[in-house]
Nanobody
Framework: QVQLVESGGGLVQAGGSLRLSCAAS????????MGWYRQTPGKQRELVAV???????DYADSAKGRFTVSRDNAKNTVTLQMNSLKPEDTAVYYC??????????????WGQGTQVTVSS
């Protein structure tokens, strides 16, 4: 069993900041990457920010310079610091973890999501 629990979502004015946190628990082994995706109605779930086990980050173009992803490997937690928020950042944000299983095979795990709403 693997469980991801997000926290920190809410309502914020444009230009404000939020910090999302995710705690992973259960049978977690060989973590390859942790991070965040987001989704709005009618759109595909999209990558926001992911941090790999090698310390490489991957950000959405819209997030670069405003968002920062970090992780604590010992605690299996990942955090997304969001600054200078815009109304277009409004979405449900999902915590993500990718674990290696055998050779190149991996398994993805997802949180239930937390709502972020940015008002104009």
């Amino acid at each position: 069993q693997v469980q991801l629990v997000e926290s920190g979502g809410g309502l914020v004015q444009a230009g404000g900041s939020l910090r999302l946190s995710c705690a992973a628990s259960g049978n977690i082994f060989n973590v390859k990457a942790m991070g965040w995706y987001r989704q709005t109605p009618g759109k595909q779930r999209e990558l926001v920010a992911v941090l790999t086990d090698g310390g490489i980050t991957d950000y959405a173009d819209s997030a670069k310079g405003r968002f920062t992803v970090s992780r604590d490997n010992a605690k299996n937690t990942v955090t997304l610091q969001m600054n200078s928020l815009k109304p277009e950042d409004t979405a449900v944000y999902y915590c993500y973890i990718n674990c290696g299983t055998y050779r190149f095979f991996t398994t993805d795990y997802w949180g239930q999501g937390t709502q972020v709403t940015v008002s104009s």
